[in-house]
């Protein structure tokens, strides 16, 4: 069965620290999502990555397809970053199959 | 502006009586899903829909009901809601664009089983 697991479960960070939230998967998985989940619940696809790397703004994300196991980066961290991180894989390169519990993450000032 | 829409957002009902709880999307996406949200075992999917009239069921599919007779709504039905169905629920869409595919989450809906 495909399987996605997250670490850490919860994370605390000062603002300004340089942040990492990894998730291994198994095999069968070919695509890895990130989303993050504010406070008040909505969700937001961050990125989708099959290989390499990708960044947007303060957030990295990369994927090492033989280790199976890919991370989440945030430079620079920011109260504002503080909400649940969620890794879902894919089989089929369609849509988010598996996910991960989550990586809840707070920034203090 | 780019939506996903579901409806209403918070509902309580009682055992038996059944519910429909919409999605509608507004950016003509050809997949769309709907997934519950539970404390503790995180988000699972229960149906999806790669086009119109073409469905599939996810992981937890059982006691739900979904259709598509249109490309823009995707409505999630329980037929006798019973309180293990109490959770919150997200319908989303997806769109493959250069780079990969970008999910695209309605504002949830909290339902309450009594």
């Known amino acids: 069965k495909n399987e996605v697991e997250q670490s850490p479960q919860n994370l605390t960070a000062q603002e300004g620290e340089f942040i990492t939230i990894n998730c291994s998967y198994s095999?069968?998985?070919?695509?890895l999502h990130w989303l993050q989940q504010h406070p008040g619940g909505g969700i937001v696809s961050l990125f989708m990555?099959?290989?390499g790397k990708k960044k947007h703004g303060r957030l990295i994300a990369t994927i090492n397809i033989q280790e199976k196991h890919s991370s989440l980066h945030i430079t620079a961290s920011h109260p504002r970053d503080s909400a649940v991180y969620i890794c879902?894989?894919?089989?089929?390169?369609?849509?988010?199959?598996?996910f991960g519990k989550g990586t809840r993450l707070s920034v203090i000032a | 502006e780019a939506q996903v829409t579901q409806n209403p957002r918070y509902l309580i009902t009682v055992t038996g009586k059944k519910l429909t709880v919409t999605c509608s999307q507004n950016m003509n996406h050809e997949y769309m899903s709907w997934y519950r949200q539970d404390p503790g075992l995180g988000l699972r999917q229960i149906y999806y829909s790669m086009n119109v009239e073409v469905t599939d069921k996810g992981d937890v599919p059982e006691g739900y009901k979904v259709s598509r007779k249109e490309k823009r709504n995707f409505p999630l039905i329980l037929e006798s809601p019973s309180p293990n169905q109490t959770s919150l629920y997200f319908c989303?869409?997806?769109?493959?664009?250069?780079?990969?595919?970008?999910?695209?989450f309605g504002p949830g809906t909290r339902l309450l089983v009594l």
């Open positions: 989303a869409s997806s769109l493959w664009a250069s780079g990969g595919m970008t999910q695209y």
């Open positions: 095999v069968g998985i070919s695509a």
């Open positions: 990555l099959s290989s």
């Open positions: 879902a894989g894919t089989n089929s390169g369609n849509t988010p199959l598996v």
